[in-house]
């Protein structure tokens, strides 16, 4: 695949934009939505982010892995994204933008290296993550991925 269309989904969120930065940022609600794994953050520019689980051998793996481009609560968050052991890293923008009785988010995927694996999985994937994202911050509780 040559040159892959970025990916962008909208949706809103019935909370504050607080409450929604925090699903983004925190290491519980990422735990949830993410199946056990940590996350593991420097919230800072520059700073190192990953998703950290055990691999089958128990040993630590990183399941994705960047580098916090912006840092601007509750409002805009922006880093590096790559899967894995991939070295081709492709970049995540998450923007909050409160309405009256909700959040709207934007959350869109670019500059992806051609032929970059994480496409797939990310245009797969990430509908369901950010839906059980919404799910956790409306409810409380979330449901199991497929």
Do not use: C
């Amino acid at each position: 695949m040559a040159d892959p269309a970025p990916l962008s989904f909208v949706f809103y969120i019935a909370a504050p934009a607080e409450k929604v930065w925090d699903g983004f940022v925190s290491p519980e609600s990422n735990r949830t939505i993410f199946a056990g794994a940590d996350l593991q953050a420097d919230w800072k520019p520059g700073g190192s982010m990953a998703w950290v689980g055990s691999g089958p051998d128990g040993k630590p793996v990183k399941y994705v892995h960047g580098e916090v481009l912006q840092f601007n609560p509750p409002k805009t968050l922006q880093y590096t994204f790559a899967t894995g052991q991939n070295t081709d890293h492709s970049r995540v923008t998450v923007e909050l933008v409160p309405e009256t009785e909700a959040t709207k988010v934007t959350v869109t995927y670019d500059q992806w290296a051609e032929n970059d694996a994480g496409y797939a999985q990310t245009a797969d994937g990430w509908p369901r993550i950010l839906s059980r994202l919404k799910t956790l911050i409306e409810t409380g509780k979330t449901f199991k991925p497929h």
